[in-house]
Protein backbone atom coordinates (compact mmCIF):
# COMPACT_ATOMS: atom_id res chain seq x y z
CA UNK A 1 0.00 0.00 0.00
CA UNK A 2 1.03 3.20 -0.58
CA UNK A 3 2.25 5.66 2.21
CA UNK A 4 2.62 9.50 2.54
CA UNK A 5 4.72 10.86 5.27
CA UNK A 6 4.97 14.74 6.23
CA UNK A 7 7.44 15.07 9.26
CA UNK A 8 7.04 18.76 9.98
CA UNK A 9 3.47 18.91 11.53
CA UNK A 10 4.13 22.64 11.49
CA UNK A 11 6.38 25.38 10.18
CA UNK A 12 7.04 29.25 10.58
CA UNK A 13 8.04 32.12 7.88
CA UNK A 14 8.28 35.43 8.00
CA UNK A 15 6.62 37.21 4.88
CA UNK A 16 8.68 37.65 2.07
CA UNK A 17 10.94 34.72 2.91
CA UNK A 18 10.96 31.24 1.73
CA UNK A 19 9.96 27.99 3.07
CA UNK A 20 10.15 24.63 2.29
CA UNK A 21 7.82 21.79 3.30
CA UNK A 22 8.62 18.33 3.15
CA UNK A 23 6.74 15.14 1.98
CA UNK A 24 8.17 11.77 1.93
CA UNK A 25 6.06 8.68 -0.10
CA UNK A 26 6.42 5.05 -0.56
CA UNK A 27 5.04 3.36 -3.53
CA UNK A 28 6.28 -0.10 -5.40
CA UNK A 29 4.63 2.01 -9.07
CA UNK A 30 7.27 3.27 -11.29
CA UNK A 31 4.51 6.17 -12.80
CA UNK A 32 1.98 8.02 -10.68
CA UNK A 33 0.98 11.42 -9.89
CA UNK A 34 1.95 14.00 -6.44
CA UNK A 35 0.07 16.72 -5.44
CA UNK A 36 -0.05 19.77 -2.64
CA UNK A 37 -3.34 20.80 -1.78
CA UNK A 38 -3.67 23.99 0.70
CA UNK A 39 -6.26 24.12 3.17
CA UNK A 40 -6.94 27.74 4.56
CA UNK A 41 -9.21 27.97 7.78
CA UNK A 42 -12.43 28.36 5.21
CA UNK A 43 -11.37 24.32 5.06
CA UNK A 44 -11.47 24.25 0.97
CA UNK A 45 -9.30 21.96 -0.93
CA UNK A 46 -6.68 23.54 -2.98
CA UNK A 47 -4.76 22.32 -5.42
CA UNK A 48 -1.65 24.37 -5.30
CA UNK A 49 0.59 22.24 -8.09
CA UNK A 50 1.17 19.03 -9.34
CA UNK A 51 3.99 16.71 -10.50
CA UNK A 52 3.70 13.55 -12.83
CA UNK A 53 6.31 11.35 -11.78
CA UNK A 54 7.62 10.16 -15.21
CA UNK A 55 8.47 14.37 -15.89
CA UNK A 56 12.05 14.71 -14.63
CA UNK A 57 11.53 18.67 -14.77
CA UNK A 58 10.28 19.77 -11.64
CA UNK A 59 6.66 21.60 -11.58
CA UNK A 60 6.28 25.34 -10.75
CA UNK A 61 3.35 27.57 -10.34
CA UNK A 62 4.17 31.11 -9.92
CA UNK A 63 5.73 31.27 -6.39
CA UNK A 64 5.10 27.27 -5.86
CA UNK A 65 7.74 24.65 -6.90
CA UNK A 66 8.87 21.52 -5.93
CA UNK A 67 11.70 19.61 -5.66
CA UNK A 68 10.82 15.76 -7.04
CA UNK A 69 13.28 13.40 -6.33
CA UNK A 70 12.20 9.72 -7.39
CA UNK A 71 14.82 7.84 -6.43
CA UNK A 72 14.93 9.38 -2.64
CA UNK A 73 11.05 9.16 -2.68
CA UNK A 74 10.64 12.82 -1.74
CA UNK A 75 8.43 15.77 -3.21
CA UNK A 76 9.01 19.12 -1.10
CA UNK A 77 7.10 22.46 -1.59
CA UNK A 78 8.76 25.37 -1.81
CA UNK A 79 6.85 28.85 -1.13
CA UNK A 80 8.93 31.45 -2.43
CA UNK A 81 8.08 35.44 -1.31
CA UNK A 82 5.62 34.14 1.39
CA UNK A 83 2.52 35.98 1.98
CA UNK A 84 0.26 36.15 4.54
CA UNK A 85 -2.80 34.57 2.08
CA UNK A 86 -0.24 31.32 2.32
CA UNK A 87 -1.05 30.65 5.72
CA UNK A 88 -3.05 27.56 5.89
CA UNK A 89 -2.84 23.49 6.43
CA UNK A 90 -0.82 22.34 3.33
CA UNK A 91 -0.53 18.55 2.22
CA UNK A 92 0.70 16.42 0.20
CA UNK A 93 -0.84 13.60 -2.00
CA UNK A 94 0.10 10.90 -4.10
CA UNK A 95 -2.18 9.09 -7.08
CA UNK A 96 -1.76 5.92 -8.86
CA UNK A 97 -1.72 6.65 -12.67
CA UNK A 98 -4.97 4.65 -13.47
CA UNK A 99 -6.49 5.93 -17.16
CA UNK A 100 -10.09 5.59 -17.78
CA UNK A 101 -11.00 4.67 -13.95
CA UNK A 102 -11.49 5.94 -10.19
CA UNK A 103 -8.18 6.74 -8.08
CA UNK A 104 -7.91 7.29 -4.49
CA UNK A 105 -5.57 10.29 -3.38
CA UNK A 106 -3.15 9.51 -0.26
CA UNK A 107 -2.94 12.03 1.72
CA UNK A 108 -0.28 13.00 3.94
CA UNK A 109 -1.46 14.44 7.53
CA UNK A 110 -0.67 17.86 6.78
CA UNK A 111 1.45 20.54 7.35
CA UNK A 112 0.73 23.75 9.43
CA UNK A 113 1.71 26.65 7.67
CA UNK A 114 1.96 29.77 9.71
CA UNK A 115 3.32 33.33 7.99
CA UNK A 116 4.35 36.33 10.68
CA UNK A 117 4.77 40.24 9.63
CA UNK B 1 -15.38 26.95 -9.29
CA UNK B 2 -16.12 22.92 -9.89
CA UNK B 3 -19.16 23.14 -9.50
CA UNK B 4 -19.80 20.92 -6.16
CA UNK B 5 -22.14 21.90 -2.98
CA UNK B 6 -22.67 19.60 0.15
CA UNK B 7 -25.55 19.41 2.30
CA UNK B 8 -25.78 19.83 4.88
CA UNK B 9 -22.16 22.28 5.64
CA UNK B 10 -22.70 22.11 9.56
CA UNK B 11 -24.66 18.91 11.70
CA UNK B 12 -24.93 17.75 14.77
CA UNK B 13 -26.84 14.43 15.81
CA UNK B 14 -27.00 11.99 18.69
CA UNK B 15 -25.72 8.54 18.92
CA UNK B 16 -27.33 5.86 16.84
CA UNK B 17 -29.27 8.58 15.02
CA UNK B 18 -29.23 7.88 11.07
CA UNK B 19 -27.56 10.73 9.10
CA UNK B 20 -27.53 10.99 5.29
CA UNK B 21 -24.83 13.71 3.39
CA UNK B 22 -25.41 14.66 0.20
CA UNK B 23 -22.93 15.79 -2.87
CA UNK B 24 -24.14 17.48 -5.85
CA UNK B 25 -22.34 18.00 -8.88
CA UNK B 26 -22.93 19.79 -12.07
CA UNK B 27 -20.31 19.20 -14.24
CA UNK B 28 -21.15 15.74 -15.07
CA UNK B 29 -18.06 13.68 -13.62
CA UNK B 30 -18.17 10.28 -14.05
CA UNK B 31 -15.93 9.52 -10.54
CA UNK B 32 -17.16 10.96 -6.90
CA UNK B 33 -15.12 10.42 -4.01
CA UNK B 34 -16.42 10.82 -0.26
CA UNK B 35 -13.34 11.10 2.51
CA UNK B 36 -13.17 12.09 5.72
CA UNK B 37 -10.45 14.47 7.57
CA UNK B 38 -9.36 14.08 11.25
CA UNK B 39 -6.53 15.38 12.82
CA UNK B 40 -2.99 13.29 12.56
CA UNK B 41 -4.80 11.64 9.74
CA UNK B 42 -4.95 13.91 6.85
CA UNK B 43 -8.15 12.68 4.41
CA UNK B 44 -8.95 9.47 4.09
CA UNK B 45 -11.25 7.61 1.81
CA UNK B 46 -14.65 6.34 2.55
CA UNK B 47 -16.16 4.88 -0.39
CA UNK B 48 -15.95 5.87 -4.33
CA UNK B 49 -18.00 5.72 -7.29
CA UNK B 50 -17.27 5.28 -10.81
CA UNK B 51 -20.27 5.79 -12.22
CA UNK B 52 -24.32 5.26 -11.59
CA UNK B 53 -25.22 2.65 -9.21
CA UNK B 54 -21.45 1.59 -8.95
CA UNK B 55 -19.52 2.43 -5.68
CA UNK B 56 -16.81 0.99 -4.53
CA UNK B 57 -14.99 0.76 -0.55
CA UNK B 58 -12.62 2.93 0.44
CA UNK B 59 -9.68 2.49 3.28
CA UNK B 60 -12.39 3.72 6.25
CA UNK B 61 -15.62 2.62 5.18
CA UNK B 62 -17.19 0.28 8.05
CA UNK B 63 -20.70 2.19 9.57
CA UNK B 64 -20.87 3.93 6.40
CA UNK B 65 -22.62 3.70 3.14
CA UNK B 66 -23.22 5.11 -0.34
CA UNK B 67 -25.72 5.25 -2.75
CA UNK B 68 -25.66 7.13 -6.56
CA UNK B 69 -28.72 6.99 -8.62
CA UNK B 70 -28.07 9.86 -10.41
CA UNK B 71 -24.91 11.04 -12.11
CA UNK B 72 -25.09 14.26 -10.16
CA UNK B 73 -25.73 13.19 -6.27
CA UNK B 74 -23.23 10.91 -4.84
CA UNK B 75 -24.93 10.32 -0.82
CA UNK B 76 -23.06 9.13 2.22
CA UNK B 77 -25.04 7.67 5.01
CA UNK B 78 -24.22 6.56 8.32
CA UNK B 79 -26.70 4.12 9.52
CA UNK B 80 -26.08 4.32 13.31
CA UNK B 81 -23.98 6.95 13.63
CA UNK B 82 -21.19 6.93 16.08
CA UNK B 83 -18.91 9.38 18.08
CA UNK B 84 -15.93 8.13 16.13
CA UNK B 85 -17.64 9.38 13.23
CA UNK B 86 -17.44 12.85 14.19
CA UNK B 87 -15.28 14.39 11.52
CA UNK B 88 -15.33 16.63 8.68
CA UNK B 89 -16.13 15.02 5.61
CA UNK B 90 -15.48 15.99 1.79
CA UNK B 91 -16.67 14.61 -1.46
CA UNK B 92 -14.85 15.17 -4.16
CA UNK B 93 -15.22 14.57 -8.14
CA UNK B 94 -12.33 13.69 -10.71
CA UNK B 95 -12.58 15.29 -14.11
CA UNK B 96 -12.09 12.66 -16.94
CA UNK B 97 -11.62 15.15 -19.88
CA UNK B 98 -9.08 17.87 -21.01
CA UNK B 99 -6.14 18.65 -19.57
CA UNK B 100 -7.57 18.69 -15.84
CA UNK B 101 -8.07 14.72 -16.39
CA UNK B 102 -5.78 13.96 -13.44
CA UNK B 103 -7.59 16.24 -10.97
CA UNK B 104 -9.75 15.30 -7.73
CA UNK B 105 -11.85 18.94 -7.32
CA UNK B 106 -13.10 18.98 -3.87
CA UNK B 107 -16.55 20.01 -2.12
CA UNK B 108 -16.89 22.59 0.60
CA UNK B 109 -17.12 19.89 2.98
CA UNK B 110 -19.82 18.80 6.07
CA UNK B 111 -18.38 19.57 9.68
CA UNK B 112 -20.92 16.45 11.49
CA UNK B 113 -20.63 16.30 15.71
CA UNK B 114 -21.81 13.35 16.55
CA UNK B 115 -23.03 13.29 20.05
Known amino acids: AQTVTQSQPEMSVQEAETVTLSCTYD???????LFWYKQPPSRQMILVIR??????QNATENRFSVNFQKAAKSFSLKISDSQLGDAAMYFC??????????????FGTGTRLQVTL | DAGITQSPRHKVTETGTPVTLRCHQTENHRYMYWYRQDPGHGLRLIHYSYGVKDTDKGEVSDGYSVSRSKTEDFLLTLESATSSQTSVYFC??????????????FGPGTRLTVL
Open chain 1, 51 to 56: QEAYKQ
Open chain 1, 27 to 33: TSESDYY
Open chain 2, 92 to 105: AIQDHRGLSYNEQF
Open chain 1, 93 to 106: AYRRINTGTASKLT
